[in-house]
């Protein structure tokens, strides 16, 4: 019976170590350092998405003047500006949380702001639950009363949201954003003075409020900020990552940036975010995103904007081309008004976006960069792939210039194959072309009258090229 014993207690040993190793194959635990962290992949929905659409929306959206950083001008800088502007509007002893009731929301239809986004052709989109000013777009339990249930709207509007593009959009991915610090908050000014070697702050507000809107809401993109004033052990980043990897509602599908600390930026957490506007042109190493705004000179809506202030079609489309070519994807915003809609210059960009990619998207999506970026011998001509079969391969060739009034063009970095095919997306019938060199290139004909499918941004499919 004593060997018997031994045996049995021999093979539950290694069953007991077989389901172990199962377990940790499919669920990986990662531990709070980033060695650990850095390890986990990115989903590949992400990857595959390339493009999504930012909101930035809060009290700032009131005064509407200037930037999102409005509060800090007026009380931080001191800026003469925006001094001016509030003794010119305001009256005497007027505080920014004075802003609260007039942030009415009247006309918000968080199922217009759905279908928007969804015309636009994002594949994600990002809510700022709370900026830099610390106001919560839903009722955080550790802001008493300065949050959007309670004040303003008197609605939670990330849980709108959420519902509104979970029940309009099939394809888009909802996220949201959140700044770990608030400017002003007498916890988080405590711990500036005691150099952060307290975390008053973090663990009353900055760390209940992020657990908070990732059980409640589920985000499969959580986009972090304000975190360059102290390390990522300040802000508890490396503990809270590990728990959002093992054991949020959101483990497996999740995307996170790198602005978890000021030692995190461009070498840890998720996409690299930093800095904004973020456009190498060049090849990077790591998954990153461009996040830029229609609005050249805030993130949040500005009743003071001109429209040289404002990209145009052409050139967010540019921004996206030159990211997808180059490994990244773009994170496009907007700042809806006070009122809660989204001017229509905004939205007249997003749905000729949308167009765009209705007819395009097929160089954009699931795509990756190509061997070469741009092209060598054509100016502003950037290059996407996708890989059909094992032993061929294709190249998307995107004509950022206007397009050539001439019955050829020449591109030198595709080689051609005798079994090579030119097409140009949005246009059915195949395009005669030639070998440009002995050495490479190619010479893409150009019928007469011939008709171009969109206004710019024009896309030659090129099938079996090296």
Known sequence: MKGDHLQWFFLFTVLLTFASNVVSEEFQRYEPT????????????????????????????????????????????????????????????????????????????????????????????????????????????????????????????????????RENTKDVHFGLYFSLFDWFHPLYLKDKENQYHTQEYVKAVSVPQIYDIV???????????????????????????????????????????????????????GVMTDPDHFNPKVLQEEKWEDATSIDKGSWGYRRNANVEDLHSTYELITLLVQAVSCGGNLLLNVGPTKEGTIAPVFQERLLQMGQWLEINGEAIYSTKPWRAQNDTVAPNVWYTTK????????????????????????????????????????????????????????????????????????????????
């Open 34 to 165: 980033w060695n650990s962290l850095d390890r986990r992949p990115l989903p590949s929905w992400y990857d595959d998405a390339k493009f999504g659409i930012m909101m930035h929306w809060g009290l700032y959206s009131v005064p509407s003047f200037g930037s999102e950083w409005f509060w800090y001008h007026w009380k931080g800088e001191k800026s003469a500006k925006y001094v001016n502007y509030m003794k010119k509007n305001y009256p005497p002893g007027f505080s920014y949380a004075d802003f609260a009731p007039m942030f009415t929301a009247e006309f918000f239809d968080p199922n217009e702001f759905a279908k928007l986004v969804n015309s636009s052709g994002a594949r994600y989109y990002v809510l700022t639950t709370k900026h830099h000013d610390g106001w919560t777009n839903w009722k955080s339990n550790v802001t008493w009363n300065y949050n959007a249930v309670d004040s303003g709207p008197h609605m939670d509007l990330v849980a709108a949201l959420a519902k509104a593009f």
């Open 215 to 269: 059980t409640t809401y589920k985000p499969d993109v959580l986009w972090t900020d304000g975190d360059w004033e102290a390390s990522s052990d300040y802000w508890m980043s490396k503990e809270f990552l590990a728990w959002l990897y093992n054991d949020s509602p959101v483990r497996e599908t999740v995307i996170v940036n790198d602005r978890w600390g000021n030692d995190s930026r461009y070498h840890h957490g």
């Open 387 to 466: 890989y059909t079969k094992p032993n061929d391969d294709m190249a998307y060739a995107i004509i950022l210039n206007e397009f050539p009034t001439t019955s050829s063009i020449v591109l030198g970095e595709p080689v051609t194959t005798k079994n090579t095919v030119v097409t140009m997306l949005g246009v059915e019938k195949d395009l005669k072309w030639s070998p440009s060199s002995e050495k490479g290139g190619i010479e893409i004909f150009i019928p007469p009258y011939f008709q171009l499918p969109c206004s710019y941004a024009w896309v030659f499919k090129l099938e079996n090229v090296v």
